[in-house]
T-cell receptor, first 113, second 121 residues
């Protein structure tokens, strides 16, 4: 079983809908990373957070360390938000090095016009 | 100007060959990374490196070795290529490397290169 689980695996929604993507993990972490991979393959780092909530434009990320859960929300979704969203956790004590970064399998989001 | 660049973009080669992928960042970052994305699009970190420490993911075969001629470059060398090495390899960089004994401050963003698509025949 992967230490990082994302849900849903696939999500298709209509333009304008409020989108929620979930990430649950089973290890102690010091921070969590949300990434976006575009259809062309390029990867963009969206958020890195260790507590609470962060907002950037129409994107909001929240984390609950006690519940070992994070959500990524997209408000007023748009077809250009169509991408794969990947959650990654930085294992506690690892400092974010290659021995401590574990990825979820991604959520494939399609926003239809 | 491209922040993190990789060359080549595509690489097709025969099994058993030795190949290198180059990565350069012009952001002045202290830390660079190599990731592998397999055919199922699953990302895995391979290496993280700054001028103080190289950390290797324990699952990475020793046929893979990073080499950093200077702070702005982290090249990936692969010896005796195997079919299973076919994947997309991404380089990334970030500003600060967090030592193990400190709590991650959650503020550092990684900047990714465009990826190198490696196909081993």
């Amino acid at each position: 079983k992967n230490e990082v689980e994302q849900s849903p695996q696939n999500l298709t929604a209509q333009e304008g809908e409020f989108i929620t993507i979930n990430c649950s993990y089973s290890v102690g972490i010091s921070a969590l990373h949300w990434l976006q991979q575009h259809p062309g393959g390029g990867i963009v780092s969206l958020f890195m957070l260790s507590s609470g909530k962060k907002k950037h434009g129409r994107l909001i990320a929240t984390i609950n360390i006690q519940e070992k859960h994070s959500s990524l929300h997209i408000t007023a979704s748009h077809p250009r938000d169509s991408a794969v969203y990947i959650c990654a956790v930085i294992v506690e004590g690892s400092g974010g090095g290659a021995d401590g970064l574990t990825f979820g399998k991604g959520t494939h989001l399609i926003i239809q016009p | 100007d491209t922040a993190v660049s990789q060359t080549p973009k595509y690489l097709v080669t025969q099994m058993g060959n030795d190949k290198s992928i180059k990565c350069e960042q012009n952001l002045g970052h202290d830390t660079m990374y190599w990731y592998k994305q397999d055919s199922k699009k699953f990302l895995k970190i391979m290496f993280s490196y700054n001028n103080k420490e190289l950390i290797i993911n324990e699952t990475v075969p020793n046929r893979f070795s990073p080499k950093s001629p200077d702070k702005a470059h982290l090249n990936l060398h692969i010896n005796s290529l195997e079919l299973g090495d076919s994947a997309v390899y991404f380089c990334a960089s970030s500003q600060v490397y967090e030592p193990r004994d400190r709590v991650w401050d959650g503020e550092e963003t990684q900047y990714f290169g465009p990826g190198t698509r490696l196909l081993v025949l």
